[in-house]
């Protein structure tokens, strides 16, 4: 397996020196790639893990009575869906642009289709157990991280992460109305949304009350929900800014803007997690 070569298949003399310190492709690389030149022999540098994936998950789907094939010789070979760039033999030996990302040699297709064809046949006598083979390594705990995450961030003084730095400023007259230009906007005092990406959560939050209780309706999966982070006039402190656009179907009642973030004191220091809300305010 080699990196991208260029669109011409042409690597300039000073780029090959360079590739060569890494690690010079061994004849079985330039063979398996040919006529391909190989850019970076990733498919034998190890260091400090592998630099290419050796195992490649593949699925197949069935939705009804529709499928999808991609490229086109799988489609004449039963059908099945395959991501990335996956040219065919001849199309490889002209080494364009698709052949070029194709990593894993002139036969990648081939071997797609050899899988597929396994799963197409389980799947039409109706087995439900396939083995799965190999599961790709987990290298989540030794991943170099060249860019060091932020650390350090703190509020101004007397006040705390979450805090309201602009509450929502109620309109003249008494409410919001929906579809209105005029939005709900808070500002919090926040650190970096980069120490916790709250890929199972969130930043933003729309809660609306529902008796006694604030209830999450909008979050920052919806498109009428905005959060927007900058560093304040100082370049010291971070703001978190929440803005509602509100839809035309949302309900009336009292509402409230609510932020969710994270910091960390020092580098190694274990991540603290902080909320704050702005007022209530009412839409009609």
């Not at 789907?61 to 040219?87: D, Q, T």
């Not at 890929?199 to 979050?219: F, I, N, R, S």
Request: proline share 7%; net charge neutral; charged share 25%.
């Amino acid at each position: 397996m080699d990196l991208v070569s260029s669109a011409f298949n042409k690597i300039p003399e000073e780029y090959k020196k360079l590739r060569d310190a890494l690690k010079k492709p061994s004849q079985y690389q330039v063979d398996c790639q040919e006529p391909k030149t190989v850019l970076l022999s990733t498919g034998e540098m190890f260091d400090p893990y592998a630099w290419a994936p050796a195992i490649v998950p593949i699925q197949m789907l069935r939705w009804g009575n529709s499928s999808y094939f991609c490229p086109r010789r799988i489609h004449h070979n039963g059908g099945a869906a395959a991501k990335g760039y996956i040219a065919t033999f001849e199309e490889y030996k002209q080494q364009r642009y698709e052949a070029a990302s194709t990593l894993y040699g002139p036969h990648t297709l081939s071997a797609y289709i050899q899988e597929f064809e396994k799963l197409a046949k389980a799947m039409a006598k109706g087995e439900k157990i396939v083995s799965k083979g190999p599961s790709p390594p987990d290298l989540s705990s030794v991943l170099l991280k060249v860019q060091l995450g932020p650390f350090g961030d703190s509020p101004p003084p007397h006040t705390n992460f979450g805090d309201m730095k602009q509450d929502i400023i109620i309109p003249k007259s008494g409410s919001f109305r929906k579809g209105d230009l005029n939005r709900p906007t808070a500002t919090f005092w926040s650190a970096n949304p980069n120490y916790d990406l709250l890929t199972e959560g969130t930043y933003a939050v729309v809660e609306m009350l529902q008796g006694k209780h604030w209830v999450p309706v909008y979050d920052d999966d919806d498109f009428c929900l905005f959060f927007k982070w900058k560093l304040d006039d100082s370049g010291l402190h971070s703001i978190a800014t929440i803005e509602w656009e509100i839809p035309r179907d949302a309900n009336f009642g009292v509402y409230r803007l609510r932020h969710f973030g994270s910091s960390r004191k020092t580098k190694d220091s274990p991540i603290i997690y902080f909320t704050g809300a702005s007022s209530g305010f009412a839409v009609s």
